[in-house]
């Protein structure tokens, strides 16, 4: 069952393809793995492209080039 997510403006998705959990933007490592946040994917309140980490573990849901809007 999806939990439904509020992902906030800076929130990042943690680099490790294994992890790909959503952290708060304040965390500088994964509060998951415990990775390093180094360049990762940054959520902007314009919308966010899905990525190719999120879109693998979608299960053919979603492609890369589909994008969250930050609206709800």
Same mark, same amino acid.
């Given at each position: &069952?999806?939990?439904?997510?509020? #992902?906030?403006?800076?929130?990042?998705? *943690? %680099?490790?393809?294994? *992890?790909?959990?959503?952290?708060?933007?304040?965390?500088?490592? *994964?509060?998951? *793995?415990?990775? $390093?946040?180094?360049? #990762? $994917?940054?959520?902007?309140?314009?919308?966010?492209?899905?990525?190719? =980490? %999120?879109?693998?573990?979608?299960?053919?849901?979603?492609?890369?080039?589909?994008? =969250?809007? %930050? &609206?709800?």
């Amino acid at each position: &069952m999806a939990k439904n997510i509020k #992902v906030n403006e800076g929130d990042w998705i *943690c %680099a490790d393809k294994s *992890c790909g959990n959503i952290n708060y933007s304040w965390r500088d490592t *994964c509060n998951k *793995c415990g990775k $390093d946040k180094g360049k #990762v $994917d940054i959520f902007k309140k314009t919308g966010t492209e899905i990525g190719r =980490q %999120a879109a693998s573990k979608s299960g053919g849901l979603f492609s890369a080039e589909d994008w =969250q809007c %930050a &609206m709800s």
